[in-house]
């Protein structure tokens, strides 16, 4: 069984922080690495994709990879507010379909 | 922004009674796919959908489930005979590919809540 860790939280930060968001995964062949925002009652959101051990930035996003340690994280720099929601880590292990964690939900306080 | 579109936003039904939820995917996309998520729980994978045939499945998705594309736009979950625990929001999602290297990243459309009562 291919399984997918995260803490669930909530994690509250104060507006400006750095959030740090932490997944493991179980499966060691595993080969894609996504982060997705999920706002209450909606769908989930692309946020990243990493594929490679090492850093990935996009704006005020890096996304981690470490496939030894079967680790990737997210950090969101400046946090804001309208950052408050669940992500949800989801990883590929070769077939059509992404296992998902459970979301870490993320509270940043004004 | 192109966007995957699901109908309806919100469907009640009674136990027993057949559903079928619909999703017109983003237009250059080629694989599609169905998740769900169960209140408070993880979004668990259904099936993916590739070349006019089921792909993957998962074993949540038994006979009681079936997927079709009609046309060339639409794409359909049924469920035939649903249960209490079919209960959940039903996620369609596109691709645009399948790349070596791993997958591109879905976008999942805003999804259907299914309520069987």
């Known amino acids: 069984q291919k399984e997918v860790e995260q803490n669930s939280g909530p994690l509250s930060v104060p507006e400006g922080a750095i959030a740090s968001l932490n997944c493991t995964y179980s499966?060691?062949?595993?080969?894609?690495f996504f982060w997705y925002r999920q706002y209450s009652g909606k769908s989930p959101e692309l946020i990243m994709s990493?594929?490679?051990?090492g850093d990935k930035e996009d704006g005020r996003f890096t996304a981690q990879l470490n496939k030894a340690s079967q680790y990737v994280s997210l950090l969101i720099r400046d946090s804001q507010p309208s950052d408050s929601a669940t992500y949800l880590c989801a990883v590929n292990s070769g077939g059509q379909n992404f296992v998902f964690g459970p979301g870490t939900r993320l509270s940043v306080l004004p | 922004e192109p966007e995957v579109t699901q109908t309806p936003s919100h469907q009640v039904t009674q136990m027993g009674q057949e559903v079928i939820l619909r999703c017109v995917p983003i237009s250059n996309h080629l694989y599609f796919y169905w998740y769900r998520q169960i209140l408070g729980q993880k979004v668990e994978f259904l099936v993916s959908f590739y070349n006019n045939e089921i792909s993957e499945k998962s074993e949540i998705f038994d006979d009681q489930f079936s997927v079709e594309r009609p046309d060339g736009s639409n794409f359909t979950l049924k469920i035939r005979s649903t249960k209490l625990e079919d209960s959940a929001m039903y996620f369609c999602a596109s691709s645009e590919a399948w790349g070596t290297g791993g997958p591109y990243g879905y976008t999942f459309g805003s999804g259907t809540r299914l309520t069987v009562v």
């Open positions: 990493i594929y490679s051990n």
């Open positions: 499966d060691r062949g595993s080969q894609s």
